[in-house]
């Protein structure tokens, strides 16, 4: 039932979001309703790719000793490195296939490695576990680093960018529903479908039907994207429209690989944000992963408000997050998304600083994550779902996501092996460890508190 509430509570407050932000390039309401009937399955797609990618938290605390911090810390780690590096060949790849291929590349070849390691927690978990999961769960993440790529695409041209700032915030709810999906709906997953009791004891069965069901669901969605998406409003029956980015006045040939590389990394506001993002990468991660591992240490996962509900809390903060830094970023700052991540990363340095002194009260430490997820996926939604569009341009959205998405996940490689390594010594490097990049995320924004695409100025 709560899953329920939560699915429908998404599909309200986005179209009550979308309905307040306005229409300032007047639209008609049949463009506006076709807009929405194609970003609605790429964007739950989306979503059940975290569900897929972030199962492997789920699974960890279902394996126990199976799978040790350590283990997981390596198994993450280096899928998301593959992650990363991925981007080096799927960003421009998109940009020359289009994000609707790209999308259905990316759901298809993550539901085949769900498959598999559903299968392989079937037969053996404790056969080679972290060598079997690296090869998969890294194989998984190479589909994965598409998703971000080909949503991105795909909206690059059916949204101006005085109207990104609204599909920041869609941007925000689709990851923080992923989330949910993934630790909300797993959990529930192996609670109902993998725990028994027997003799009293709680027992819990290897957990391969959470790599399983967002398998099928991918499937699922691949269908439905084949029939409904399209990569451009010319494609369903509309007329494209200059959408006032970098690739303003530009023709729709899509450029050589060498230009398309050349355009993005020399770009210095790029550049700038994809640093910012690393620093996300390592902030978003070692709060979400590791918070949820912690309370399951200190024995209270399952009784206390945040913890029991982490899902659902992530969800709520990120997709409160991800509204408000649309809303504040078009409405307030002129469709500039610097002075947004400027302010959410100041308030992310302030909650980090007080977790070093918090580790032992839940209260203030399940405030802090809190607020640090709301500013994570804001900041998160307004530079790689929303900036990346804009000063990479229509033309090449999918090699600056590429590059952008690709730093946050090296951040989170990052986080992964050192805090896999930290942790098991002691809890208490925890949060010093990510003050450093608080601090970095922080300097770097406010550097491009002025930033905005050229081309979108006189259109402004």
């Keep these: 039932m709560t899953t329920l509430i939560t699915l429908l509570a998404s599909v309200i407050v986005v179209a009550l979001f979308t309905a307040k932000s306005g229409n300032p390039l007047n639209?008609?309401?049949?463009?506006?309703?076709?807009?929405?009937?194609?970003w609605v399955p790429l964007g739950i797609t989306y979503s059940l790719l975290y569900m897929g990618r972030y199962n492997l938290t789920v699974a960890k605390n279902a394996l126990g000793d199976l799978m040790t911090k350590s283990d997981f810390g390596v198994i993450f780690g280096w899928g998301t490195i593959v992650y990363a590096l991925a981007f080096v060949i799927n960003g421009p790849l998109t940009?020359?296939?289009?994000?609707?291929?790209?999308?259905?590349?990316?759901?298809?070849?993550?539901?085949?490695?769900?498959?598999?390691?559903?299968?392989?927690?079937?037969?053996?978990?404790?056969?080679?576990l972290v060598v079997v999961f690296c090869i998969l769960y890294s194989l998984n993440m190479y589909f994965q680093s598409f998703g971000a790529v080909s949503i991105v695409k795909v909206n690059s041209g059916w949204f101006h960018v005085r109207e990104r700032g609204i599909f920041g915030g869609i941007f925000g709810i689709l990851i923080s529903l992923g989330i949910f999906l993934a630790f909300q709906v797993g959990q529930l997953i192996v609670d109902t479908l993998h725990t028994t009791v027997v003799g009293g004891a709680t027992v819990v069965s290897s957990p391969f039907w959470v790599f399983w069901i967002p398998g099928i669901l991918l499937v699922v969605f691949v269908i439905i994207d084949i029939f409904i998406v399209r990569d451009r409003p010319q494609e369903a029956g509309f007329d494209n429209f200059d959408t006032g980015d970098a690739s303003s006045g530009e023709s729709d040939t899509p450029d050589p690989l060498p230009v398309i590389l050349k355009k993005v990394v020399t770009n210095p506001i790029v550049i700038t944000i994809a640093c910012i993002e690393f620093c996300t990468g390592v902030l978003r991660q070692g709060i979400m992963h590791w918070y949820i591992i912690y309370g399951n240490e200190l024995g209270y996962a399952h009784d206390f408000l945040i913890t029991k509900n982490w899902g659902l809390m992530l969800f709520i903060a990120g997709a409160i997050g991800g509204m408000s830094a649309g809303w504040v970023s078009d409405k307030i700052f002129g469709s500039r998304r610097g002075p947004v991540a400027a302010l959410l990363y100041a308030l992310m340095l302030a909650c980090v600083i007080v977790m070093a002194f918090s580790l032992e009260n839940k209260w203030i430490l399940g405030g802090c994550v809190i607020l640090i997820s709301y500013c994570v996926i804001g900041t998160h939604g307004m530079l790689s779902g929303t900036a990346?569009?804009?000063?990479?341009?229509r033309k090449n959205a999918g090699t600056a996501v590429g590059l952008i998405d690709g730093m946050v996940y090296l951040g989170t490689g990052l986080q992964s092996l050192s805090l896999g390594f930290l942790t098991e010594k002691s809890w208490s490097y925890w949060p010093p460890f990510l003050i450093p990049f608080a601090v970095i995320g922080l300097i770097l924004a406010t550097k491009i508190w002025h930033a905005f695409p050229g081309a979108g100025k006189k259109a402004r």
């Design 388 to 393: 990346t569009m804009d000063f990479g341009g």
């Design 95 to 128: 940009d020359k296939i289009g994000g609707r291929k790209a999308m259905l590349i990316s759901a298809g070849g993550a539901a085949a490695m769900n498959a598999l390691m559903g299968l392989f927690t079937y037969l053996k978990p404790d056969l080679n």
């Design 27 to 38: 639209h008609t309401s049949a463009f506006l309703r076709r807009r929405i009937i194609n």
